[in-house]
């Protein structure tokens, strides 16, 4: 006999005769359990800010942002640059504390001035 998961609540088998049913509560061999979720809260979230500077190009913010910031899309991207250089600052990501330190840095290391903050 072979099982193959048909959905999440149920597994179907099939025999070799070519017959299938459904399994209601299956067994689990040792070392095959599955794995629960983690219950327990979020980790606190951090904002990226991008601050505006006389120095660097639009074109070449927007290009790094692209480079550094994993998911952020070439307008989310222009909005933040043109955000932060009409009003100063402008926040790119909010995302837990690590990684909002990793696109920090990265963002600082490519020219542009860049701050964490505590998100709500």
Request: hydrophobic fraction near 30%; proline fraction near 7%.
């Given at each position: ?41 979020r980790p606190p979230t ?75």
């Amino acid at each position: 006999r072979s099982i193959h998961p048909a959905s999440r609540s149920r597994l179907v088998c099939t025999a070799r005769g070519g017959g299938s049913g459904v399994l209601d509560n299956p067994t689990t061999l040792p070392g095959n359990t599955p794995k629960k979720q983690a219950k327990g809260k979020r980790p606190p979230t951090y904002k990226v800010m991008l601050h505006n500077d006389a120095h660097n190009r639009r074109e070449y913010v927007v290009r790094t942002l692209l480079k550094v910031v994993k998911g952020i899309t070439a307008d989310d991207a222009a909005t933040a640059m043109q955000v932060a250089h009409e009003t100063g600052v402008a926040l790119v990501t909010q995302c837990p504390q690590e990684e909002a330190e990793h696109y920090c840095q990265g963002l600082r290391i490519n020219g542009l001035t860049s701050s964490i903050e505590p998100g709500c």
